[in-house]
């Protein structure tokens, strides 16, 4: 049974740009929630995903949107990148709302 | 709003001894609290998780951890370290009344096994 799976591992990106980042959750998962983790510090809760829709979202701006797709799988758009933005973005998905699995990530770095 | 802290960013333990990692939360009702493990460049493993069943909660790689909620604690222990332990740790909780809330997560304790 495949668990959570990201895509690309890593990614360089310059200040301004766009980028887009992929999850398909763990077989029979319906709920995608999309992390940003700095170095050095616990992740944080950017929003999730289910029925398609952004159901919760935490303390992040608007650059940053999403998308949920009828498979379940899980987009994470961030435009007008800043350096700051740079981190390791965790996707984790569940089933019962109650216990989320967490991917490998993606380290994007912008420059 | 719900805070998770962690007392140690970083803990030493020597090969063979007790692990304690210690949680502490701040929420408006009961919550689902979690342990996670990070190995480097890796992203979380859920070790356990509590969620308003048995107090005591048993996981994997020989770890548990105790919810007091007079303490509002969740402390990960382990009886004898293992060098393959060492790694980071984040305590977790998420707020079980709405149903969708996202984790928030403590700063993490790095754990350090010593031969």
């Known amino acids: 049974d495949a668990g959570v799976t990201q895509s690309p591992t890593h990614l360089i990106k310059t200040r301004g740009q766009q980028v887009t980042l992929r999850c398909s959750p763990k077989s029979g998962h319906d709920t995608v929630s999309w992390y940003q983790q700095a170095l050095g510090q616990g992740p944080q809760f950017i929003f999730q995903y289910y029925e398609e829709e952004e159901r919760q979202r935490g303390n992040f701006p608007d650059r940053f949107s999403g998308h949920q797709f009828p498979n379940y799988s899980s987009e994470l758009n961030v435009n007008a990148l800043l350096l700051g933005d740079s981190a390791l973005y965790l996707c984790?998905?569940?089933?019962?709302?109650?216990?989320?699995?967490f991917g490998p990530g993606t380290r994007l770095l912008v420059l | 709003a719900q805070s998770v802290t962690q007392l140690g960013s970083h803990v030493s333990v020597s090969e063979g001894a007790l692990v304690l990692l210690r949680c502490n939360y701040s929420s408006s009702v009961p919550p689902y609290l979690f342990w996670y493990v990070q190995y480097p460049n890796q992203g979380l493993q859920l070790l356990l998780k509590y969620t308003s069943a048995a107090t005591l909660v048993k996981g994997i790689n020989g770890f548990e951890a105790e919810f007091k909620k007079s303490e509002t604690s969740f402390h990960l222990t382990k009886p004898s370290a293992h060098m393959s332990d060492a790694a980071e740790y984040f305590c977790?909780?998420?707020?079980?009344?709405?149903?969708?809330?996202?984790?928030?997560f403590g700063k993490g304790t790095h754990l350090i096994i010593q031969p």
């Open positions: 977790a909780v998420s707020d079980p009344g709405g149903g969708a809330d996202g984790l928030t």
């Open positions: 984790a998905s569940s089933f019962d709302m109650k216990t989320q699995y």
